[in-house]
């Protein structure tokens, strides 16, 4: 297929779709084709912003006072992020709650629930445990569980496992920032949640923090 004429070097663009060819002169661009239709197999892939970094702010602090509301001090809560996405929330509400309303002490920790989840050995990906770093009893104590996505429900089903080898919490609630409310196997329900998405099965949801991606973003990714 040939190049389009063109007077100005650069790239040209042919008449297929996802055909360009590179031209450093006049006339014929001949050097290079490059077809982008099937470089990976799939279809290309679309993204909208759900939440912006302002947004995820305003979340955060909204959801720092819930917890305030019905947790006071903490005397006899725990915050408990579920490995490894969860960790990255869990972290920013442990900071607000301490820095912004100055309470005192939070009993903190991370929980994996790789071994504990009923898809494990089921795949042909090795699953890879993260670390769990609970050090203190639940016994007694009203745990709230945080992940970044409530999809399922069964990681936390499996983290509701979990935590039973820590002791027998009194209660146990779930805050989540993003809770995917068509798309649950389980019937698990978030006692806080940031913002409530009806998405597709075939759409992902991509939360992103600055400690891991660079910013605090929440996209809804679509083939």
């Given at each position: 297929m040939k190049a389009p004429r063109t007077t100005r070097p650069g790239l040209f663009l042919c008449a297929r779709a996802g055909e360009v060819a590179v031209g450093t002169g006049r006339g014929y661009g001949r050097i290079a084709y490059f077809c982008l239709e099937n470089l990976s197999g799939l279809p290309p892939m679309s993204q909208k912003v759900l939440l912006s970094s302002r947004e995820i702010d305003i979340i955060l602090h909204r959801l720092a006072c819930q917890l305030l509301e019905n947790h006071l001090d903490f005397a006899d809560s725990a915050l408990i992020g579920l490995q490894p996405r969860g960790t990255f929330l869990a972290r920013r509400l442990l900071d607000l709650l301490q820095k912004e309303y100055k309470v005192s002490r939070v009993p903190f920790g991370l929980l994996d629930i790789?071994?504990?989840?009923?898809?494990?050995?089921?795949?042909?990906?090795?699953?890879?445990?993260?670390?769990?770093?609970?050090?203190?009893?639940?016994?007694?104590?009203?745990?709230?569980?945080?992940?970044?996505?409530?999809?399922?429900?069964?990681?936390?089903?499996?983290?509701?496992?979990?935590?039973?080898?820590?002791?027998?919490?009194?209660?146990?609630?779930?805050?989540?920032?993003?809770?995917?409310?068509?798309?649950?196997?389980?019937?698990?329900?978030?006692?806080?949640?940031?913002?409530?998405?009806d998405a597709i099965m075939e759409e992902r949801v991509k939360v992103c923090w600055k400690e891991n991606e660079g910013e605090d973003r929440v996209y809804l990714v679509s083939h």
């Amino acid at each position: 297929m040939k190049a389009p004429r063109t007077t100005r070097p650069g790239l040209f663009l042919c008449a297929r779709a996802g055909e360009v060819a590179v031209g450093t002169g006049r006339g014929y661009g001949r050097i290079a084709y490059f077809c982008l239709e099937n470089l990976s197999g799939l279809p290309p892939m679309s993204q909208k912003v759900l939440l912006s970094s302002r947004e995820i702010d305003i979340i955060l602090h909204r959801l720092a006072c819930q917890l305030l509301e019905n947790h006071l001090d903490f005397a006899d809560s725990a915050l408990i992020g579920l490995q490894p996405r969860g960790t990255f929330l869990a972290r920013r509400l442990l900071d607000l709650l301490q820095k912004e309303y100055k309470v005192s002490r939070v009993p903190f920790g991370l929980l994996d629930i790789t071994f504990y989840r009923d898809d494990f050995r089921r795949g042909d990906k090795t699953l890879e445990a993260s670390t769990t770093q609970i050090d203190f009893l639940v016994e007694g104590k009203r745990v709230v569980l945080i992940d970044d996505v409530l999809y399922t429900g069964r990681s936390i089903r499996a983290a509701l496992t979990a935590i039973q080898s820590f002791g027998r919490p009194r209660e146990i609630e779930l805050l989540t920032l993003i809770d995917r409310r068509f798309s649950r196997h389980l019937p698990i329900q978030p006692d806080y949640r940031g913002r409530q998405v009806d998405a597709i099965m075939e759409e992902r949801v991509k939360v992103c923090w600055k400690e891991n991606e660079g910013e605090d973003r929440v996209y809804l990714v679509s083939h």
